[in-house]
């Protein structure tokens, strides 16, 4: 029998939300308006003053808020997505969602996944999860695109979770993805 225990805190929806933002078309946009457009037209910008003022001090300003701008705006972007986060979820929903989780493979219950959390007893069909991914510090086991079990190696607080995750890929395997 695999067992693993856990905590889910706030942070870590946000961090699992984050991972799920950065794959998007919509991040990519934004990262490459933000990281090299906006910074291109104040340098364009800042060389005009030099070149029509002669104003270097000006254009060393401008060239540094611009390389600021670079680097900050993907982290302030973002900060910006998990205040987005915590705004869509209500206390209730919060209660239910953080706190202890205990995921079981059991054999002599085969064809679910049993997931023990802050909401109560649910049974998973194996057909219902459609696939597992490893970020850095997370076990992510998805229902579809959107959805999915994140299991922290942080607070990972009894089992292997490198074991866990292998054989939640095999049961999925076995059981047939959606």
Do not use: C
Request: glycine share 6%; proline share 3%.
């Amino acid at each position: 029998m695999f067992e693993i225990e856990y905590e889910f805190r706030d942070e870590d929806l946000i961090k699992f939300n984050e991972i799920r933002f950065t794959q998007t078309d919509e991040y990519r946009n934004q990262i490459k308006k933000n990281r090299w457009m906006v910074p291109g037209v104040m340098v364009l910008i800042g060389t005009f003053y030099y070149y029509y003022y002669g104003d270097v001090k000006a254009f060393g300003y401008i060239f540094a808020v611009a390389v600021l701008w670079a680097l900050l705006s993907p982290k302030i972007l973002m900060l910006n997505v998990g205040r987005q986060i915590n705004k869509t979820y209500t206390d209730k929903e919060r209660k239910n969602m953080f706190g202890n989780y205990v995921l079981t493979i059991d054999p002599a219950n085969p064809n679910f996944l049993l997931e023990q959390s802050p909401s109560g007893k649910n049974k998973i069909a194996w057909n219902e999860l459609v696939r597992v991914d490893r970020a850095r510090g997370y076990v992510m086991i998805y229902f579809d695109l959107s959805t999915a079990l994140v299991v922290p190696e942080a607070t990972v607080k009894r089992g292997d979770l490198n074991a866990f995750a292998k054989q939640v890929e095999k049961m999925i395997e076995l059981h047939g993805e959606k």
